[in-house]
């Protein structure tokens, strides 16, 4: 289980509540590139369905148009001989037949549900675990407005399929951009819904002009009204009323709609890039760290240095590890080349069909949340020699005793995927309701996060405080220590996974516990954990260029 740290105003609630607030539908199946796979191999199969339900149909039509003709030729025939017909005993029985027999196997043919099969195991396809619903299409387009917000990505380039600057070849349609806009409306997102809705409206074909272009007139007209400091909401009703007389049905409450009088001020997509840290919030802050709007200043990063590691073991003296860091106060490092292919290959195979959406813990139970969208699972290191192999590595790179490490946590993030931020130490209250597993294996003195695959684009892990953005690296790994010397939580050492824009994310964590490290870890004689995170900022306020 894992746990959001919680800690006065730095509390998980507080840490997970706005982003709840932002993007309120729960969402799985973009959180994993996996699960995306599987089902793209059950819609090959569900085409193949479609196509047995084709051809079983076809084929039935195909009989019944010939029977057609045949009893119309018959039919013919009959009207050519004119009364003389009926005296025939031959077609008598003839006619009688095909009124009989005939008809009855035409009647039985036509109500038979042809091509039930196939219809059959199309569903049963349907049903399959990983298959999104409708709540995960929401999720979908959740993850789409979330990497948009984060990384402020313009609606036309996304639209045309171009990622931050990377252009994909996918271009939505005005149906697609529509969906879009109507979901970032309702969870409030005006300022991105009006976008869409341009959108929306320029990539209109003549075939879907009559059927799309009021609704999406009526609402940019509502949403510019909303947005009230924008020009042209009284425009946008005059093309509405013209292109369709009667057109306020779209509207709605259209009898208390007051259009306020056209100002001149453009939209803005995005807010403007914030200059003072002080007051954003601790996702705002997350995300800025995401886009790389906070990141060190050349000075700080002066103070930073890359090297080689020997001390801890023998045998680094003939293979040092490399070490970057990243901040000295705490300590945050990155080491590169400590994970082999062969190593993430096994882990990679220990992990099959065993992966699930990542929970967080708040007050009660383990919720699944949009707070983090990844997919985890934990193997304990009796599973396999090369869990304890990585652990010996670990203790060599932090200097720290494994015995109380918890389990391997083997995490997928796949596109949009992310975890917003928080601590990995556990607060006291956490202790306190007994919400801690292996509690007397104390908190989670330090992380290492090795990183298993590269990343695209995004998925890095932003250190807004420490104003640190790690690219996933393959085969590198990230260290910090998550707790002062006194033994409390440290609130400079929260961090969030930001959303892959593309590309698929494993990490393994290495959560390290805090007992057993006293002849480690080197204390200080000072405390300073009772410094709060605004103050911190405050002292690094002048950060932004
Ligand atoms: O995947 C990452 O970049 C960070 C993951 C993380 O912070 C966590 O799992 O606690
Ligand atoms: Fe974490």
Redesign the pocket.
């Known amino acids: 289980m894992l746990f959001l740290a919680a800690q006065g105003k730095l509390g998980a609630l507080l840490a997970v509540l706005p982003f709840l607030v932002w993007y309120g539908a729960s969402a799985e199946f973009y959180s994993s590139i996996h699960a995306m796979s599987r089902v793209f191999g059950y819609e090959q199969q569900m085409l193949q369905h479609m196509q047995k339900f084709i051809a079983d149909n076809e084929s039935k039509l195909d009989f019944l148009r010939a029977r057609l003709d045949e009893f119309e030729r018959e039919r013919n025939e009959a009207q050519q001989w004119g009364v003389a017909y009926f005296k025939s005993p031959l077609n008598k029985y003839l006619l009688s037949k095909r009124l009989t027999r005939d008809w009855q196997h035409i009647a039985n043919l036509m109500a038979a549900a042809t091509g039930k099969k196939p219809l059959v195991r199309l569903q049963r396809l349907r049903q399959q675990e990983h298959m999104p619903n409708a709540q995960e299409l929401e999720g979908a387009i959740d993850g789409l407005l979330r990497l948009q917000s984060i990384y402020r990505l313009q609606t036309s380039h996304v639209a045309a399929g171009i990622l931050d600057g990377v252009p994909y070849g996918t271009q939505l349609n005005a149906q697609h951009c529509l969906d879009i806009a109507q979901q970032a409306l309702r969870d409030e997102h005006l300022q991105l819904a009006h976008a869409w809705l341009l959108e929306a409206n320029s990539r209109l074909s003549n075939s879907d002009q009559a059927r799309l272009q009021p609704l999406i007139l009526a609402q940019l007209g509502q949403v510019k009204a909303r947005l009230t400091h924008i020009a042209g909401v009284n425009g946008t009703l005059q093309s509405l009323k013209e292109l369709e007389p009667g057109s306020e049905r779209y509207i709605n409450n259209y009898k208390d709609f007051q259009p306020p009088s056209d100002e001149l001020n453009p939209v803005e997509e995005h807010p403007p890039l914030p200059e003072n840290l002080t007051e954003l919030s601790e996702f705002d802050l997350y995300r800025y760290t995401c886009n790389g709007h906070i990141k060190p200043t050349p000075a700080e990063l002066r103070q930073l240095r890359c090297g080689y590691m020997t001390e801890t073991h023998p045998f680094l003296l003939l293979a040092p590890l490399k070490v970057e860091e990243l901040s000295h106060d705490p300590l945050l490092v990155l080491y590169h080349d400590v994970i082999y292919q062969s190593e993430i290959d096994t882990l990679a195979k220990l992990t099959k069909n065993k992966i699930h959406r990542a929970t967080v813990t708040g007050n009660n139970a383990s919720v699944v949340s949009n707070a983090r969208t990844s997919q985890f699972t934990f193997i304990p290191k009796t599973r396999h020699k090369v869990l304890r192999t990585i652990d010996q590595r670990v203790a060599d790179m932090t200097d720290l005793n494994m015995v109380f490490a918890e389990d391997h946590q083997l995490a997928n993030y796949g596109i949009g995927g992310h ?1 917003a931020q ?3 130490w556990f607060s006291p209250n956490a202790f306190e309701t007994k919400q801690v597993a292996n509690s007397e294996m104390g908190n989670r003195i330090a ?1 290492v ?1 090795f990183y298993l695959t590269d990343v695209e684009q995004g998925g890095g ?1 932003a250190f807004p405080v420490l104003k640190q953005l790690l690219k996933p690296k393959k085969y590198a790994a990230a260290f910090w220590y998550n707790l002062h010397a006194s033994g409390a939580g440290d609130v400079r050492t929260m ?3 930001c959303p892959i824009i593309v590309g698929s994310k494993w990490v393994l ?1 290495r959560w390290i516990r805090e007992f057993v490290q006293s002849d480690r870890r080197p204390c200080y004689l000072w405390d300073d954990s009772q410094v709060r995170l605004n103050q911190l900022l405050e002292l690094n306020e002048s950060q932004i260029e």
């Open positions: 975890y928080h601590m990995d992380t996060l892990t961090h969030g996974a964590n």
